[in-house]
């Protein structure tokens, strides 16, 4: 079992900020010792660019940079390396996708199917894609309790040349049933190419791009402890070296002559320009921590503590609280969207402000879905490794302030 | 600190100049679409003077008192001279301290005025 208390021992932000509730690590995580040493020691020993440099320095920070492949590689169950793009956050592995693979496939008539619960990344791309190329958008939608409904023999045809389909939803908390999903869409067109949004997976479960058998797999290290500033784009090499560049200059070409370029081979081959080197080298101290932990046991105490927190809220607060998505634990994750009462989410989540909670306000960039919910705005609290049930009972202790106050 | 001050809560509950104006001069709608926050606000110039303003919405316990207070505020007051009312002189109206976020709420009402001015 997790021992969140000792676990916040290697966050240092608890020292500058004692008392500190976090609950908001859905937007982004917070990070340990080892991943902050861990930039500071590039900085400090081997600061150089990489691949261009034959000095030493510059071999070590390339060895580095090229272990954190690996290392992401082996921690999705991912082929090779070479399978392994590293990009700027989700968002941009996903607009990687739709540039370099949905300018390429898709033609008009075509379709591309997602889901009303997508966070925007996941559903923008897609749209303007879309629009773009005179194709169908089709949007799979929700029942009352947050699941994906909809019969996909009706809805994917041979046409349907993507699915894009996040995970687990940054709102309604709902692991969705990737792995069934792609299968079934797999057998009603194998062509299908599907695209799996895991930033709100990877950094709290087990995660295996085979067993899934999905075509592309996307997330952030920043919200799996790790640094802000890299994403990681997953894909089968054949895709990944059948689609077009995304973007164009260095480190993404073999060989430039006055009427021609030759690019290099995937993954080198979209990633132009320096990267964010010291960041991608301390993913893997992020990666190396979460392994330490256990990812299974990372479920299992998420798990015990949004069940402690959705007991205690409906204890407190009856009725008054209105908790969004599935009741069922199995199928949910470390994440609690609520409404409280009629009040604004702005006006709790200020209240709540006042005593060192953190928790988000807002749409949480999920417009469409909360159109669907009916609702404006939602109030989130997400529990991760460095949270325990004293985080509930500060958050129920909170919430009975605004009860008083508003 | 906080930003709940019992002025700011007085207005909240009992807002001023709730309402709509049958025959006003102008009206407009202002909206933040990122909390759902929805301002409509109406105003009756007279010889150059706000003789009546009146705004009717939706919104967070700041952007509402703003409002409240912001009408307050202009109500009877040459049209001229509301042209400079910006973030500062909201802030001092309020009387309380608010972050690069939570400001956006308390510049909606006045977002809705520069419109009607
Ligand atoms: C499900 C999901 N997809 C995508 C994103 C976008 O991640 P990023 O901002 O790191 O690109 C988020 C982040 O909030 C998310 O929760």
Redesign the interface.
Known sequence: MIDSKKIKKDFPIFDSNPGLVYLDSTATSLKPHSVINKISEYYSKYSSNIFRGVYRISERATEEFEETREVVAKFIGAKSREEIVFTRNTTESINLVAYSLGRQVMREGDEILTTVMEHHSNFVPWQVLTSETGAIFKILDINDDGYLIGDLDRIITNKTKILALTYVSNVLSTINPVKEIIAKAKAINPEIITVVDAAQAVPHMEINVLDLDCDFLVFSSHKMLGPTGVGVLWGKYELLDRMFPFMYGGEMISEVYLDQTKFKKPPHKFEAGTPAIAEVIALKEAIKYLNRIGLQNIRAHEEDVVKYAIDRLGKAFGDKIRIIGPKDLNTRGGIIAFNFEDY????VA??LD?DNIAVR???HCA?PLHKKLG???SLRASYYIYNGKEDVDILVSGLKKVQK?? | M???TEII?DH?ENPRNRGFIVNSTKSCHVSN?????KINMAIKVDKEKVADIKFEGA????STAAASMLTEYVKGRKVADLKKLNQKSMIKLLGIELGVN?IK?ALLPLEALHKLI
Do not use: K, Q, V
């Open positions: 604004h989410a702005h006006d200020s209240i006042e306000a807002g749409n417009m609702i404006a705005a106050l508003l | 906080t930003i709940y809560l909240f679409p990122l909390c759902g926050d919104g967070c316990a700041i939570r709420c």
